[in-house]
């Protein structure tokens, strides 16, 4: 069934139950997601946005229910990634009077993945479409999620369709934030920004800046992903806020990976020097933790501490591939520090702290490259810097929140 999302909007997208991973297997997706499409009724009737590939003729056995598809005049593109762009040559070709709407960045995407489109309408921000009783109009918004990216909005209304911001990757048969349960839609919401907007979170700032300056009243936000925001759409803008801007918590995550279990000693002592000084820790063994959800974890965390046995003088696999998440997150006005443990030959704490560096973190050098099994000395000496690394967390909390420092676009 359609779901009427605003007077004169619909949505008509599709819920995939079933998916498990997102962006190849970067990102879990435990609790599925949805791909959202809006079907904005104006005398020209407009879609915004479609769904991923095998989600089309759910999507248009939606549309039916309220229009004859060929009555669509503009679909508008928001974004050019195909979970939002697959059905867009479908839509067209039971809509041929239909307009392609994108951003001047989306010509680039949209043209690649469909070359066999080409009259392709570009709008920039400040631009309107009068679809007669309803208004759109268009916010640039590169690299949230892509250069591409923009919003929609519906201005009798007050309806921001966002696209990939404000989004959660949760499957439900609820459409709206208010009817699911708080804790799993926040949850859902953090994870999504840890895992996909964190690398752009100085664009975030700037356009959540913007909206604010513009003075856009905003009653609901329906994003492209996941639930949509009808009740005080202000909690995410103001979460989101928060995120962009490194505000964190006295936690600690302490991911690592083991071999015969030397490194996870250490990070069981360093997990215990935490706790001593009353700071949160989170122990989280690598491959067992989900590196999605340890992301998340991190987002709100002030501290990081990061293990690994050494293992033909390299870091183990789980390890290294939780290191490249951090290198392309780019989490800032954080502190790290790296352990381990080896054997005949060490390297992987040195590896460690030059990979918590290059991911742009504030690394405290440590002296816990163990050799062999742990000695008592060995975990008090951990125990110690835990409480150490802890007291920095706290005085850091205590310290202004330095400019954060994503990536331009
Ligand atoms: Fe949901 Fe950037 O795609």
């Not at 439900?172 to 964190?198: K, P």
């Amino acid at each position: 069934m359609p779901l009427q999302v605003a007077d004169g909007v619909f949505w008509v997208g599709a819920i995939d139950w079933n998916v498990r991973s997102f962006h190849g297997y970067t990102y879990t997706t435990p609790r599925g997601t949805t791909y959202n499409a809006y079907l904005v009724l104006g005398d020209e009737p407009a879609l915004v946005d479609t769904v991923a590939p095998g989600f089309e003729d759910e999507m248009m056995g939606r549309i039916r229910e309220l229009i004859d598809p060929a009555r669509i005049r503009y679909l508008i593109a928001n974004h050019g990634e195909v979970d939002h762009s697959s059905a867009i040559p479908h839509v067209l070709a039971q809509a041929p009077e239909a307009r392609l709407i994108c951003s001047r960045k989306g010509t680039e995407s949209l043209g690649a993945y469909y070359p066999q489109l080409w009259d392709f309408q570009v709008v920039d921000t400040g631009d309107h479409l009068d679809l007669g009783g309803k208004t759109l109009s268009f916010i640039e918004a590169p690299m949230l999620h892509w250069p591409d990216s923009m919003f929609t909005y519906v201005q009798e209304e007050r309806l921001l369709l966002p696209n990939d911001a404000f989004g959660q990757h949760l499957a439900t048969s609820q459409r709206f934030a208010d009817q699911v349960e708080s804790w799993q839609l926040w949850d859902e919401a953090a994870r999504y920004y840890a895992n996909i907007l964190a690398p752009f979170s100085r664009m975030v700032l700037r356009k959540l800046d913007e909206v604010a300056r513009s003075g856009l009243e905003i009653a609901t936000i329906a994003p492209g992903h996941g639930v949509i925001w009808r009740e005080n759409p202000g909690q995410i803008l103001e979460a989101y806020r928060r995120w962009a801007t490194g505000e964190a918590k006295e936690r600690v995550v302490i991911a690592y990976e083991t071999m015969w279990g030397s490194t996870e000693k250490v990070a069981r002592a360093l997990a215990e020097g935490v706790a001593d000084e009353g700071v949160e820790a989170l122990l989280r063994g690598l491959p067992m933790a989900d590196r999605t959800e340890v992301v998340k974890e991190l987002l709100e965390a002030k501290g990081l501490l990061v293990g690994s046995s050494t293992h033909n003088q390299r870091i183990l696999l789980n390890v290294a591939a939780f290191m490249e998440d951090l290198k392309g997150l780019r989490f800032t006005n954080k502190i790290a520090a790296a352990f381990g443990s080896h054997g005949w030959a060490g390297g992987a704490v040195a590896q460690l702290e030059e990979g918590l560096r290059e991911a742009g973190l504030d690394v405290m050098t440590s002296d816990l490259a163990v050799r062999w099994a742990p000695s008592a000395e060995d975990l008090e000496r951990a125990r110690e810097f835990g409480r150490r690394f802890a007291r920095e967390v706290r005085q850091a909390l205590a310290e202004p929140v330095a400019a954060h420092h994503g990536t331009e676009a």
